[in-house]
């Protein structure tokens, strides 16, 4: 299964902390997969399968990883780290999608919110989008 070769990865990442290319990759393709609950496989291999806490216990991994990457020598790869950490915010079905950035740090006008690869407009909100309870929701930072 490739969410379990994914979880792997991450796993073997988090304990020899040797490549963060391959934890960034993994982490960025477990969101694009399973980033919301509308497919049949989301329910039991994202949320019984664990992955969500998975995932919560390698924030502060993710996040000490992500700042040791140079931006000026791999602004790439530190971007992909950028989009690979995970964040936790608990917002209403009320909450504009702008609201929802600015409690995103480092947030910029170039930074867009996309909901399984649509890209969800500021003024509008979760309830607009039919977004329920524990959804992710993808944070890009446009160049």
């Known amino acids: 299964m490739v969410g379990t070769f994914l979880l792997t990865v991450i796993k073997n990442q988090v304990m020899q902390l040797s490549s963060p290319e391959c934890m960034i990759e993994a982490l960025n393709a477990i969101y694009d997969i399973y980033s919301d609950k509308n497919f049949d496989y989301d329910e039991p291999v ?5 992955y969500l806490q998975l995932l919560e216990r390698v924030i502060e991994v993710v996040h ?15 971007l992909r780290a950028d989009e690979a950490k995970i964040l936790k915010i ?11 950035k600015n409690r995103i ?6 930074t867009q919110l996309y909901y399984y690869n649509k890209k969800l407009e500021d003024d509008e909100t979760l309830s607009d989008y ?3 309870d524990d959804s992710t929701i993808a944070c890009h930072r446009l160049l």
């Open 90 to 100: 608990n917002v209403k079905l009320t909450d504009t999608f702008r609201d929802i």
């Open 64 to 78: 000490n990883m992500a700042k040791t990457i140079s931006k000026n020598t791999s602004r790439d790869l530190r």
């Open 46 to 50: 994202f949320v019984r399968g664990g």
């Open 105 to 110: 740090p480092h947030t910029t006008t170039y």
């Open 130 to 132: 039919n977004i329920k």
